[in-house]
């Protein structure tokens, strides 16, 4: 602990009669609720809190002093550790003054992104609108229809519509390019969303999906957006990609009589983009529908509480008591997840590898000079995807141990 935090315990321990300042970008968002937050825009810091926080921030800042804020607490027989509740903000650099005593303000973090200044919120707000709103609505129920209807093929595609050509390395191309075109459109409709609800928040950066760069959007802030606004911002992306759904749908529709390959190319993006609306739902992972639960019931560390909860079991710790209700439930959700992976792993992933070395294996036996050229580079291309996830996640896992390791010491 540094000598001027050891002179402000003191003063605070000492004296009641001393001002409290706080940083001109710290912001109190009520949005009507029993808790608020309240951070700092320059660090993108924020902290939920019980509303009593704000009216004794408000005050203070009113050029009360702790003694009068703390009279005016008892007064209304309300029941504060006032000195505690300064320290606290203190300790997440809130505070910028102690009496006399100032607290220099941590640097602003750096965007490392792209801001896209020329997106201006007027460009994308009527995405977000009410009569667009109507308009999707619309869109997805006719799409939606027409699959209930069988003229577009299985209503959930089967495995081997995932080979839509003849060409194996052609199927793979195809899925490694529209993995990272479909992702970064994902994430370019969080940031159309961000754009369009708060006018300047959000930028884009590179970012990787195992071993593919896509685009990724990084909302710094988001507390300062009211919460209703919040959830379309976490479900933007996974709307867009039913949109793109809805139209590959009306495609399958069109083709389906004859049944040609711009039919069968339609149904495997069908495939890959209900694949990836599925992926949302591996709730032991940070998803779009991750924030959206846990902004919902207002609970910011559910996933590490759930984490935590699972370890205490796994390693027969008591969890009497330890964990409230949300926790259990977010729990079970992670079980859902987990076993939503494992039916997508034994319903595509699995029979479409084992039909992808069947075919090589068949190319290698009776197949033409062509073929097995085409073929070995489809099995390059397939040992040098793994060779990178083996990579980038033993890299990550020695990188997160490094860093644990340099705390601990």
């Not at 009507?32 to 809190?49: A, H, K």
């Not at 190319?265 to 609306?277: E, K, Q, W």
């Not at 079980?335 to 992933?349: A, E, K, P, Q, R």
Request: glycine letters at 4%.
């Amino acid at each position: 602990m540094s000598n001027a935090n050891e002179n402000i315990i003191s003063l605070l321990d000492n004296e009641e009669d001393i001002s409290c300042q706080f940083f001109e970008d710290l912001v109190i968002f009520d949005e009507g609720e029993d808790e608020i937050y309240i951070g700092r825009t320059l660090i993108n810091r924020f902290i939920l809190v019980p509303k009593i926080a704000g009216y004794i921030i408000n005050e203070l800042r009113n050029g009360k002093t702790l003694s009068e804020v703390k009279t005016d607490l008892n007064s209304k027989d309300i029941e504060v550790d006032l000195e505690d509740f300064i320290l606290s903000l203190l300790s997440i650099n809130f505070v910028k003054k102690v009496g006399e005593h100032v607290i220099p303000s941590e640097e602003q973090e750096k965007k490392n992104g792209i801001t896209f200044e020329f997106v201006k919120q007027k460009h994308v707000k009527w995405i977000f609108s009410i009569p667009a709103a109507i308009a999707y609505f619309i869109f997805v129920s006719i799409a939606l229809f027409l699959l209930l209807s069988g003229k577009t093929g299985s209503i959930i595609p089967s495995y081997d519509e995932a080979f839509w050509h003849s060409s194996l390395l052609v199927v793979v191309l195809s899925l490694i390019v529209l993995d990272i075109v479909f992702n970064s459109f994902h994430e370019l409709f969080h940031f159309f969303s961000t754009r369009a609800i708060s006018g300047g928040l959000g930028f884009m950066s590179l970012g990787r999906r195992l071993t593919h760069l896509v685009f990724q959007t990084k909302i710094e802030n988001i507390w300062v957006i009211p919460r209703k606004k919040r959830y379309i911002i976490y479900l933007s992306g996974m709307l867009f990609d039913i949109f793109l759904i809805c139209i590959f749908t009306y495609i399958a529709f069109f083709q389906f009589e004859t049944q040609g390959l711009l039919y069968h190319f339609s149904r495997f993006v069908i495939l890959l983009l209900l694949i990836g609306l599925v992926f949302e739902f591996r709730f032991y992972m940070k998803t779009d529908l991750y924030y959206l639960i846990s902004d919902y019931l207002k609970y910011p560390t559910l996933f590490e509480e759930s984490y935590d909860l699972f370890k205490s079991l796994i390693k027969s710790r008591s969890t009497k008591g330890k964990y409230p209700k949300k926790v259990w439930i977010y729990g079970t959700f992670m079980v859902l997840g987990s076993i939503i992976d494992i039916l997508i792993t034994f319903n595509y992933i699995i029979p479409v590898v084992v039909s992808v070395f069947t075919n090589i294996k068949s190319s290698f036996e009776s197949g033409t000079t062509g073929e097995i050229i085409s073929n070995v580079l489809t099995i390059t291309l397939i040992i040098v995807e793994t060779a990178l996830v083996i990579y980038f996640f033993v890299r990550d896992k020695y990188s997160k141990q490094e860093k644990s390791f340099s705390v601990s010491n």
